[in-house]
């Protein structure tokens, strides 16, 4: 979650960036690249600010933003539209908040107003019941006049059924001194929805995942059904790709143009060339060619190397193998710590026993090779180019170039 804000406060230009963090998330901040600062007692928002501010830097006209670590949808443009505000045209205001309209009941603020000015922000713990009828809340992201700010946190009281520093009151702070508070209107209230529990994780979740698809299909993708199709941030997809249901593409995944993924398809750091086709399959951190098919029920991990036109069939798995242009592994084979060469076709059964117990060892097949049904090739093994073995062979030597061997063990081929 705290990846999204981060993401959005950088897009917004935000020059410094400060987490403020408990000891158990301190401890995971230096993988985000940016500052932070550990609150020892969580004694509420005010008391966090203040942490805050006790490690920046004075500057004189600063302006500071202030914003939820655990909003995953809010947006670039509300930290914009709320720094605008906040200079506006005439200047001078203290702060700017960004309000929204929630559905009732709601666990957000709510605003106090008199007449078009804010008056004050009242938690709900400490609402009336009348109060917690208002429908406009405190979206908990704000722009202050850095100055102000130093000043207001240096007011706030834990006089509240919590007991703790609310930022909230600085609002009433500013109201009571005379200073301007411009509130801001959320366009939607899902850009700023908390998470608190499970249910509005699947909620956020299930918003994002609407951005996504929208974003990739305004771009030229067609996503056949979005609701059953799941994204993630940071992907290429290449115009005229066509996306089936039930697929998951994810981790920073490439596809090209015309790509075919799906339908119950899964794709995690997947780099994908041109007019590739996954159906009912999984591709897991490996690079495929252009013109390439794979599956159905086809399962390819761990560093794979796929050349153009190759064709991985029904029941095929690939770990950490390298296969040239125009190989062809169609029907029901391992294939593992690997190299094929052009044009190879790798009959049904073929099975690399590449784990003596011990360790991995590789298996070099040359090109135009030919792997009959149900061999098993006993790595560490090379099969020269050109090479043929029978059907049920059990390969535990090397095969020369143009040599034909079949049998358990595989032995030469009289020659024609």
């Known amino acids: 979650m705290l990846w999204y804000a981060l993401r959005a406060l950088r897009a917004a230009s935000i020059n410094q960036i400060i987490v403020v963090a408990n000891a158990e998330l301190q401890e995971q901040i230096g993988r985000f690249d940016v500052e932070s600062v550990l609150q020892e007692e969580q004694l509420g928002t005010g008391h966090a600010v203040r942490v805050a501010l006790e490690a920046l830097e004075h500057r004189t006209g600063g302006r500071i933003l202030v914003t939820c670590g655990d909003m995953p949808l809010v947006t670039e443009d509300i930290f914009r539209g709320l720094l605008g505000a906040l ?28 007449g078009p000015a804010v008056e004050r922000i009242v938690e709900v713990r400490d609402a009336t019941p009348e109060q917690l009828a208002i429908d406009e809340m405190n979206a908990g992201i704000y722009a202050f006049d850095e100055a102000a700010l130093r000043d207001a946190v240096g007011y706030l009281r834990p006089d509240n059924a919590q007991a703790e520093y609310y930022l909230t009151d600085t609002i009433e702070h500013f109201a009571r001194a005379g200073k301007r508070v411009v509130p801001v209107v959320a366009s939607e209230h899902l850009h700023v929805l908390g998470i608190n529990d499970r249910v509005e994780l699947a909620r956020a979740r299930k918003e994002m995942n609407a951005r996504l698809c929208a974003h990739h299909m305004r771009d030229g993708v067609t996503i056949v059904d979005p609701q059953t199709t799941y994204l993630e941030p940071e992907l290429e997809i290449g115009p005229d790709s066509v996306i089936y249901p039930n697929t998951s593409i994810g981790r920073l995944s490439k596809l090209g143009t015309s790509c075919v993924i799906g339908p119950n398809a899964r794709l995690s750091a997947a780099t994908l060339g041109n007019r590739v086709t996954v159906r009912e399959s999984v591709v897991i951190d490996s690079q495929i060619g252009s013109d390439v098919s794979v599956g159905p029920f086809a399962h390819l991990r761990d560093e794979n190397l796929l050349d153009d036109r190759v064709h991985v069939g029904n029941f095929v798995e690939i770990k950490k193998s390298k296969l040239a242009s125009g190989v062809k592994v169609s029907h029901l084979s391992y294939i593992g710590d690997t190299s094929i060469g052009e044009e190879t076709n790798i009959g049904a059964g073929t099975i690399t026993c590449n784990f003596d117990g011990t360790k991995k060892n590789e298996t070099v097949i040359g090109r135009d090779v030919s792997i009959g049904s149900n061999t098993s090739l006993v790595a560490p093994v090379t099969i020269g180019d050109g090479a043929l073995t029978g059907a049920g062979s059990v390969v535990t030597k ?18 024609k």
């Open 87 to 114: 200079d506006g045209e005439s200047g001078g205001a203290a702060a700017a908040l960004l309000s929204v309209k929630m559905p009732l009941p709601s666990n957000f603020g709510r605003i106090l107003r008199h």
């Open 398 to 415: 090397d095969v020369s170039s143009g040599e034909r061997v079949a049998g358990n063990p595989a032995r030469p081929l009289p020659k």
